[in-house]
C-alpha cells in the first residue's frame, strides 16, 4: 500500500514537538538505552536478592526464574471489584501466567495500584483525590517495576486516571517493553439520552429519587466499561491509536471468548517484545509521531478534556514537550468522524459495530492525518491496526475491516465529516487560557456574553439553582477548584441543572478552573482554566455582575472589565488551608496539593520537562 503523505500540519505541528523537545527527549532516550540489559535482567541480582524473588514460586515458574534464561513478565492491575470496568480484570493473571509459560517467558504478579470510581465519589470530597490518584498510580506502577525483576510489563487498567498513571509509571522503566491490556466496554443499557433527560429531570424537582436511581441502574448494569464517551473509553480509543493494544483490544465486550483469547495474545506477544530480534521498548512505542496520533484521535472522536492534561502529562514522561496551542493547531484541521454520547445519541458499543478504531484509523491514515511510521506492540506500522481481531476456531487471528463505516450516523470516513473540525478547542483572554468542547454544544450556542454569578462550591450553586435566583442569561462561574485548590474536581454533576436553564431558553455558560471530564455535553464550558483562582489568576478577581465574553467559534474568554480596574481588585477564595482541606482521606495528600502543576502543564507533580529531568546537558 502506498504510503499517503502526512497533511502539512499535523508535521508542522510534529516537528515543532520534535525541536522543541530535542534535548529533553534525546536525554530520556539515552537514559532508558543505558538501563537496557542483555539478557534476564535479573540476572544481575545478588543470591538472596534474587531467592527472595522466587521465594513463593512453585514448580515451572520457580525453575524458571531461577534459571536466568526465560524473560520475566511484570503484570500489574488496577483490579477491584468495586469498579465495573476493573472487576473483569480478576481472572486476567492466571491466564497472562499460563499464556507467558506457553511462549517461553514467566509472569509474575508484581504490584496492584489503586482505582477510584469517579462515578461514585462524583460532587463529594473523595473526587478531590481523584487527579492526585493519577500520580499515586504512577509511583505505585513505579514501585511494582523497581524489583528489578523484569524484562517486561502487562499494564492491567481502563478508566479515567488509571491508564494515564500505569503509563507515566512505567514510562521511568521505558526501556521495558510493555502493553496496556483493557478489559472492554458493558452491554448497552438505558440510552444514555433517555438517562440525561432523568437527571435532568430530577435535577429539576420533576423526577424522584426513585426514578433518577432506577435509571442510573439501568444504565450501569454489568461488569465492564460505561458506555458513554467519557475519559475511560477515550483513554482505550487513544492508547489503541498511539500503538499501546493490541489491534482492536478496546472495545471488545468481558466474558466472551476473544476478550480471553486478546488478554492471553497479550501474554505471547509480551514475551516476544522482550526478545532481542523483536526487542521493542515503551521508550519508542510512545515518540513525538504516536503522541501527535493520539491528539488526532481524540480530536477526530471528540474525546475527554482530561486528556489535554494526560496526554501532556505522559509526553513529558518520555521528554516530549506538548502544548495546548499542538491541541488547537491539530483541532483546526481534524474534522470529527464520531457521534458518540454525549455528542450524539449512540454508544462506544455502537462506534465499535460500525468499524471502531479500525476504521477511524484506516480513513485518517488514508487522509494523511495520522503518522503510518510509528512503532507499536503488533510490529511496526500503524496500518497493522487497520485490522481487527476475530477467533477461527480457537485461533486468535486478524482481519480487514469493511473500508466503509456500517453506521455512518455514528462513524463518518473524513470525505464526510460532522464537523469540518475537532471537538476540542483551546480559549484564551484576560482571563487566562481555557480548554472548551464544542462537539456536543449547538452552534447558536458556541458564543455566550452574559453577566457573571460567582460561586466557590458545587453546592452554593445548586442552592441558588433550586432557589430560582438563576433563571435568566448566565455566566455561571465556579472558581477555587484547580489542582492547587482542591485537586480540581470534575464538575459534571452540575450538566443536569445547567442544562435546565438551556431548555428555558437562557444563554448559558459555565467558566471554571475545574474540570467537566468526558461528559460535558450541551452546555458551553470554558474549564480547566489557567492561571487558577488559587494562584493568582483572573478569575479570582470576577465579581457578580461583571460581563463575560465566551466564544467558542474565534476561541475567546473574556471578562469586560478594563485591566486597571480588574487588576485593582484583591483577590478572592484563596487556597484552602490545610486545616479546611481534611476529610475523606485529603489530608494525605497534602504534599501533592503543594506540589501540583498548572493544567496546561499536565497538572503534575512530578514536575515541568527540563533537560536536566532525564540527565541531558542543559544548552549554554
Not at 469586560?560 to 482521606?585: I, K, N
Request: with cysteine; aromatic share 4%; hydrophobic share 45%.
Amino acid at each position: 500500500m502506498q504510503e499517503v503523505p502526512i497533511h502539512p500540519i499535523v508535521e508542522e505541528v510534529t516537528r515543532r514537538i520534535a525541536e522543541r523537545s530535542a534535548l529533553t527527549r534525546a536525554g530520556y532516550l539515552e537514559r532508558m538505552a543505558a538501563a537496557r540489559s542483555e539478557g534476564p535482567v535479573r540476572a544481575g541480582l545478588a543470591c538472596s536478592n534474587l531467592a527472595h524473588g522466587f521465594a513463593a514460586c512453585g514448580g515451572s515458574d520457580r525453575l524458571a526464574i531461577r534459571g536466568l534464561r526465560k524473560p520475566g513478565v511484570a503484570i500489574i492491575s488496577a483490579y477491584n471489584d468495586l469498579l465495573s470496568a476493573h472487576q473483569p480484570l480478576q481472572e486476567y493473571p492466571e491466564w497472562i501466567k499460563a499464556a507467558t509459560r506457553d511462549a517461553g517467558g514467566v509472569a509474575q504478579f508484581a504490584g496492584g495500584v489503586p482505582a477510584m470510581c469517579d462515578g461514585i465519589t462524583q460532587g463529594r470530597a473523595g473526587m478531590e483525590l481523584s487527579l492526585f490518584s493519577r500520580e499515586v498510580i504512577a509511583m505505585a506502577t513505579g514501585i511494582a517495576l523497581s524489583h528489578e525483576m523484569f524484562d517486561g510489563a502487562l499494564l492491567l487498567g481502563v478508566c479515567d486516571k488509571i491508564v494515564p498513571g500505569l503509563l507515566i509509571g512505567a514510562l521511568s522503566f521505558g526501556h521495558l517493553p510493555a502493553i496496556l491490556v483493557p478489559a472492554g466496554p458493558m452491554a448497552s443499557g438505558l440510552p444514555n439520552k433517555e438517562k440525561a433527560r432523568v437527571r435532568q429531570l430530577f435535577a429539576e424537582g420533576r423526577a424522584s429519587r426513585e426514578d433518577l436511581l432506577e435509571a442510573e441502574s439501568a444504565s450501569y448494569h454489568s461488569a465492564g466499561t460505561c458506555t458513554f464517551y467519557g475519559t475511560a473509553n477515550s483513554n482505550q480509543l487513544v492508547v489503541e491509536v498511539m500503538g499501546l493494544h493490541l489491534p482492536g483490544a478496546s472495545f471488545v465486550p468481558p466474558g466472551t471468548p476473544l476478550r480471553r483469547a486478546l488478554t492471553e495474545e497479550a501474554g505471547r506477544r509480551i514475551v516476544a517484545l522482550s526478545r532481542d530480534d523483536e526487542y521493542t521498548p515503551l521508550a519508542e512505542v510512545i515518540s513525538e509521531r504516536s503522541v501527535v496520533n493520539g491528539v488526532v484521535s481524540l480530536l477526530a472522536t471528540g474525546g475527554s478534556t482530561n486528556h489535554t492534561m494526560h496526554l501532556v502529562a505522559i509526553a513529558a514522561a518520555t521528554g516530549i514537550q506538548l502544548t495546548w496551542d499542538d491541541f488547537a493547531d491539530l483541532s483546526s484541521v481534524v474534522p470529527l468522524l464520531a457521534n458518540v454520547y454525549p455528542n450524539g445519541s449512540a454508544d462506544i458499543n455502537h462506534f465499535h459495530a460500525a468499524g471502531g478504531v479500525q476504521f477511524l484509523i484506516g480513513t485518517l491514515l488514508d487522509a494523511g492525518l495520522l503518522h503510518e511510521d510509528v512503532r507499536t506492540v503488533a510490529g511496526d506500522g500503524l496500518s497493522r491496526y487497520r485490522s481487527e481481531p476475530v477467533l477461527d476456531g480457537d485461533r486468535l487471528v486478524w482481519r480487514e475491516v469493511p473500508t466503509r463505516s456500517l453506521d455512518e450516523a455514528v462513524l463518518r470516513p473524513v470525505s464526510e465529516p460532522f464537523a469540518p473540525d475537532g471537538g476540542l478547542r483551546m480559549l484564551s483572554g484576560n482571563l487566562g487560557r481555557a480548554v472548551t468542547k464544542v462537539s456536543a454544544v449547538a452552534a447558536k450556542d458556541r458564543v455566550v456574553h452574559a453577566p457573571a454569578r460567582v460561586f466557590t462550591t458545587q453546592q452554593g450553586f445548586e442552592e441558588a439553582f433550586r432557589a430560582g435566583e438563576l433563571d435568566r442569561d448566565v455566566v455561571v462561574v465556579i472558581r477555587g477548584q484547580g489542582p492547587s485548590a482542591n485537586g480540581m474536581p470534575e464538575l459534571h454533576g452540575l450538566t443536569p441543572a445547567l442544562g435546565a436553564l438551556m431548555d428555558r431558553g437562557h444563554r448559558v455558560a459555565l467558566v471554571t478552573d475545574g474540570r467537566m471530564s468526558g461528559a460535558s455535553g450541551k452546555i458551553p464550558s470554558a474549564i480547566q482554566v489557567t492561571p487558577e483562582a488559587a494562584a493568582g489568576g483572573a478569575l479570582a478577581r470576577i465579581e457578580d455582575g461583571d460581563g463575560i465574553v465566551l466564544d467558542a467559534n474565534v476561541g475567546t474568554l473574556d471578562v469586560l472589565v478594563s485591566e486597571a480596574e480588574l487588576a485593582a481588585r484583591p483577590a478572592q477564595d484563596a487556597t484552602p488551608d490545610e486545616a479546611s482541606w481534611v476529610g475523606t482521606g485529603r489530608e494525605l495528600f497534602t504534599a501533592l496539593r503543594r506540589a501540583i502543576g498548572p493544567a496546561d502543564q499536565g497538572a503534575s507533580v512530578f514536575g515541568s520537562v527540563t533537560p536536566g529531568h532525564f540527565g541531558a546537558p542543559a544548552r549554554v
